[in-house]
């Protein structure tokens, strides 16, 4: 069945060095790949997303990447800071109906 | 996301009682979705719906119900049945099509008493 992994699933960085939080998914068929944030206690909200017609997408500091033949993709955020601090969840949509969300990496920025 | 409202914030429920969870959203969107968050956890798919009046199971809809009467209205039910009820429960809206976006509402947490 449909499958995505997450790793790591915590994640500590300096204030100002890049952090690097990978998925791979199991249906090669995927389109559709975005990445939520989630502060504590709060909704996903979307940060970045790409589909499979494109291997790189940027937006700022965020960036994520795509690989179709190897079926993963990756978030970059570049020149961390401390409000960078939260859970980060990417997802793979699978033919025309539904997300499948990673578990999820916990990401934290040592000031 | 700001057109996705859920309510109530907070809900205490005891044991054997059913509850109504209630997400309303005005972006006119055609899909609407329910999951399920656990501390620490991922999101789980519970139900979701393209149209209204059309609904499907998604990975842990035991002890779950929902209806699709109208095109804003997705409310779900967490039913005695659900043997471990307490949790963020999060709605989400889309427009619909092979690559569009989800959007959350703010979520309700659960607490089975």
């Known amino acids: 069945g449909e499958n995505v992994e997450q790793h790591p699933s915590t994640l500590s960085v300096q204030e100002g060095d890049s952090a690097v939080i990978k998925c791979t998914y199991s249906?090669?068929?995927?389109?559709?790949f975005p990445w939520y944030k989630q502060e504590l206690g709060k909704r996903p909200q979307l940060i970045i997303d790409?589909?499979?017609?494109?291997g790189e997408k940027k937006d700022q500091r965020i960036a994520v990447t795509l690989n179709k033949t190897a079926k993963h993709f990756s978030l970059h955020i570049t020149e961390t800071q401390p409000e960078d601090s939260a859970v980060y969840f990417c997802?793979?949509?699978?033919?025309?109906?539904?997300?499948?969300f990673g578990t999820g990496t916990r990401l934290t920025i040592i000031p | 996301d700001g057109g996705i409202t859920q309510s109530p914030k907070y809900l205490f429920r005891k044991e054997g009682q059913n509850v109504t969870l209630s997400c309303e959203q005005n972006?006119?969107?055609?899909?609407m979705y329910w999951y399920r968050q656990d501390p620490g956890q991922g999101l789980r798919l519970i139900y979701y719906?393209?149209?209204?009046?059309?609904?499907q199971k998604g990975d842990i809809a035991e002890g779950y119900s929902v209806s699709r009467e109208k095109k804003e209205s997705f409310p779900l039910t967490v039913t005695s049945a659900q043997k471990n009820p307490t949790a963020f429960y999060l709605c989400?809206?889309?427009?619909?099509?092979?690559?569009?976006?989800?959007?959350f509402g703010p979520g309700t947490r659960l607490t089975v008493l």
């Open positions: 790409i589909r499979s017609n494109v």
């Open positions: 719906s393209q149209i209204v009046n059309d609904f």
């Open positions: 972006l006119n969107h055609d899909a």
């Open positions: 249906d090669s068929a995927s389109n559709y």
């Open positions: 989400a809206t889309a427009s619909g099509g092979l690559t569009d976006t989800q959007y």
């Open positions: 997802a793979a949509k699978f033919g025309n109906e539904k997300l499948t």
